[in-house]
């Protein structure tokens, strides 16, 4: 959902000194006319003083282009879709601070010296009784359930506009946040590094398994 993004983005631009200019640029597959239509109309509306550039993210080429034009990458997702954030660690690996929401998998993938991540939180399982009836008895997909879950949660405005301003204002910040980020990628998330961990795994669960059919 864009709408916190251009919100915090237009109250961030009117903290900064006059003349200072920010852009979102946002890459992804729009797959319905509409759904452009809602991006393109809600940037205009909501932060015109910031520059918005919708970009096709199903050319091969385009996502590289933006990681390699931007000095922060920002991911405010909150959905539970998102259990992990394979997005953040492409930004983390084109050297990028990323600013991102306190949730799910982010709070292990998004560390403190890779970035920022802005509070937010979920109302209890309480809340979603009907949303859930809804999906277990067919009334609702599994999309349009995550979609109502998303509208039950909350991002903190202020903490993310305050973030925005410190990101946006001081690039030794950016600089330190984005070799830590790239740091972290290449220590953390590298195949190099996945894959014998992977090996180890599946090494420690070979030798459970032979140990037990040993003692049966």
């Given at each position: ?24 640029v ?18 205009a ?27 922060v ?5 909150d ?8 997005a ?61 879950v998303?509208?039950?949660t ?19 910040l ?39 059919s040993a003692?049966?």
């Amino acid at each position: 959902d864009p709408l916190p993004i251009f919100i915090a983005m237009q109250a961030a631009v009117a903290k900064l000194p006059a003349g200072v200019k920010m852009h979102v640029v946002m890459c992804g597959q729009v797959r319905h006319p509409y759904a452009r239509k809602v991006f393109e109309e809600g940037a205009a509306r909501l932060m015109p003083d910031v520059g918005f550039l919708l970009l096709d993210g199903a050319k091969p080429e385009t996502p590289q282009q933006a990681l390699s034009g931007g000095d922060v990458y920002l991911f405010m997702i909150d959905n539970i879709q998102e259990a992990f954030g394979l997005a953040p660690v492409e930004g983390m690996a084109a050297g990028l601070p990323v600013l991102a929401s306190d949730w799910d998998g982010l709070k292990d993938t998004v560390s403190a010296e890779a970035g920022l991540r802005v509070k937010s939180r979920l109302l209890g399982p309480e809340y979603m009784a009907n949303e859930s009836l809804r999906m277990q008895s067919g009334v609702d997909n599994f999309v349009q359930y995550s979609a109502a879950v998303s509208a039950m949660t909350e991002l903190d405005m202020g903490d993310m506009t305050a973030k925005i301003v410190a990101l946006a204002s001081n690039p030794d910040l950016r600089a330190r946040l984005g070799q830590g980020a790239l740091a972290r990628a290449h220590s953390t998330y590298d195949w190099s590094v996945v894959i014998p961990q992977m090996q180890a795994l599946w090494g420690e669960q070979a030798a459970r398994k032979a140990a037990a059919s040993a003692k049966a």
